[in-house]
Every structure is written in structure tokens, then in C-alpha cells.
């Protein structure tokens, strides 16, 4: 019997090690083909340009190619079932955002497991949200704005694009945690937000901040807060929600992008690719690039952004629940 389980440790003991020598000269040969990056947006977008301006740094860093293909489809579901169905060999890389962790605590059922099919590898930029009025707005900052809807409970009306959306889970986000009685409006996109409101038939929107910056630049809009931990570069003077103190003392609704791979790609691997996006997000010419997206870049590590995502997901799992928004 002690022979029997001596013999069954050893062959236990070379499969691990077998296993290991495995990933570790996988580590070393990689990558050994093109690079996919699956981007669950359109094409132009902020996050396609993002992944573009990224993914060329790590094609001449990597000597290979690193091609973008663009699967734009409800909460990026698409994109995700296909990186989570392809070999764990580092070869093909999804952008994940924060409306992964939205599409996780949506909907009612995936054909993945967000937490335990991806292996996230680095974040690559944050960016903000904003709630702005049009320029005629009586509203000039947030406190005009908060006391208002305090004084006339159900009257006050905030637009954003679509139900389940990272711009109106944070409105509705907002409204819970000013503790505020507002209507929170969806319409089919940002275009037809920024119409409203311009046309008087809304008293604020939120959205992110790039869509919006040619409208503030142009005077039709006139930001009053920014959403997420700090100012933004492009709207000095501008404050964060949660310098309003209170109730929203603690309120943060930032966004982030970032990269994962499939749940079983070595960890070797997850390092290298960790490694080179840190030292690319450094480069000058990236920072602005991305700054000029309204975009600041920020690497992390695989567990930073792995917790990252676990708390995002708890948190618009709760605010779905709050808002009674019904599972899709």
C-alpha cells in the first residue's frame, strides 16, 4: 500500500514538473505567431485606438505582429466567448473594460465565466465620466444642481445612452448615493443625449468625458462634475463628485480598459506580456496619445486588476439591484 501511494506521488510529482517544463519553454518561444487582440468595439472608437496605439508598441517589442479585430456586439459578449474558447497560449488577448464587469452583473446568463475564463494581465488607461448641463443651463455647479433636486423630489431629469450602459449605471449610481430622487432618461446612444439636452427637454446628462469634450469646447455644453477620483487635464478647475462631500464624500465611477488572456495561459507568459505593456504605457509618446483620447495611461498588475474587476462587478451588480433594471 506505501509503495502504491509512493508511486502515485512520483508520477503526480513528474506530471507537475512535466507541466511546468511545459509553460516554461512555451514562456520562452513566445510568441511564435501573430498576436489577436479582440476588441469588443467598433472601429475609431477610443478603445479601438487604444488598443491600436498599444498593440504596435507590442508588435516591435515582441518582433511579431499583433492584429486587431474588432467584434462590436451587446456588452461585448462576442469578443469574450472567443478569447475564452482560444488556446491558453497567449496569442490571442481580449480588451476587457469596465463594461466587462457591467455585461457580468447584467446578464441573466453567459456562455463564459468572467472571473474564471480570463486571466487579467494589465490595465491600460482610465478615463472619466461627467455630468454636464447645456451651456443656458440655470444649473452652474453641482451643489445648484443636488439642491434643486432635493427641494423638488422626481423633477429633476438626467439623460444617458442606453439601459445597462457604464454611463447610465453610473447615473443611477450617482442618484443612489447623493440619496437624490431623479429621473434617470435612456436614449439609443450619446448623439441623441446631447440633442435633448441642448433642445431644453433634459436637465443634465452623463457620459464619458472624450464624446463630449468637442461640445464643451464649443460652449453648447458646460460641465459641472467629473465622476471619477480626481480632475481631469483637459477641464481644469472642474471637480470630482465626491468633492462635494456628504453622502457622496466616498463616490467614484471612473472607467478603465484593459487587456486579459484566456484563464490557463502560463504565467510566464502573463508576465512577459506585463512586463511590456507597463514599460509601454511609460512612453511619452503613448501618455499623449492616449491624453488625447481623454485617456490617462495607467499599467497595473495581473492582481490589481483582478481585484479591479471583481469590484466592479460587485459594485454594478448592486446598483442594477438598487435600480430594479431587469436582467437581461
Not at 472571473?115 to 447645456?134: N, Q, T
Not at 441642448?198 to 455644453?221: C, E, F, H, T
Not at 490617462?296 to 466592479?312: H, I, K, W
Request: hydrophobic content about 45%; glycine content about 8%.
Amino acid at each position: 500500500m506505501r509503495i502504491s501511494l509512493l508511486r502515485s506521488a512520483a508520477c503526480v510529482g513528474l506530471s507537475v514538473a512535466a507541466f511546468a517544463l511545459t509553460s516554461a519553454a512555451i514562456a520562452q518561444t513566445f510568441p511564435s505567431k501573430p498576436i489577436r487582440l479582440i476588441v469588443p468595439n467598433a472601429a475609431g472608437g477610443a478603445a479601438d485606438i487604444t488598443a491600436r496605439t498599444v498593440g504596435q508598441k507590442l508588435a516591435e517589442a515582441l518582433g511579431q505582429p499583433v492584429i486587431i479585430e474588432n467584434k462590436p456586439s451587446a456588452g461585448g459578449i462576442i469578443a469574450a466567448e472567443q478569447v475564452a474558447k482560444s488556446d491558453p497560449d497567449g496569442h490571442t488577448i481580449l480588451l476587457i473594460s469596465s463594461g466587462t464587469a457591467v455585461s457580468a452583473a447584467l446578464f441573466k446568463s453567459l456562455t463564459f465565466d468572467t472571473r474564471k475564463d480570463f486571466a487579467p494581465v494589465s490595465k491600460l488607461a482610465s478615463f472619466d465620466l461627467v455630468i454636464a448641463v447645456a451651456d443656458n443651463s440655470r444649473f452652474k455647479t453641482l451643489t445648484e444642481l443636488l439642491a434643486f433636486a432635493k427641494a423638488n423630489p422626481g423633477k429633476l431629469n438626467i439623460g444617458t445612452p442606453q439601459v445597462g450602459t457604464t454611463q447610465n449605471l453610473a447615473a443611477e449610481y450617482f442618484k443612489s448615493a447623493a440619496g437624490v430622487d431623479i429621473q434617470v432618461v435612456p436614449f439609443n446612444g450619446t448623439p441623441p443625449v446631447i440633442a435633448a439636452l441642448r433642445g431644453g427637454n433634459l436637465d443634465a446628462m452623463v457620459d464619458i468625458l472624450g464624446p463630449l469634450m468637442p461640445q464643451i469646447a464649443s460652449k453648447a455644453l458646460r460641465p459641472l462634475t467629473l465622476l471619477g477620483d480626481g480632475q481631469a487635464a483637459q477641464l481644469p478647475g472642474i471637480p470630482a463628485a465626491h468633492e462635494a462631500g456628504g453622502a457622496l464624500a466616498k463616490f467614484s465611477a471612473a472607467s478603465w480598459n484593459g487587456v486579459a488572456v484566456p484563464a490557463k495561459t502560463p504565467k510566464e507568459i502573463i508576465a512577459k506580456l506585463n512586463r511590456e505593456i507597463t514599460r509601454i504605457l511609460a512612453l511619452p509618446d503613448v501618455k499623449q496619445r492616449l491624453a488625447d483620447l481623454t485617456l490617462v495611461a495607467q499599467s497595473s498588475t495581473p492582481e490589481q486588476l483582478t481585484a479591479l474587476l471583481d469590484s466592479d462587478i460587485k459594485r454594478w451588480a448592486e446598483v442594477i439591484e438598487r435600480a430594479k433594471i431587469p436582467k437581461q
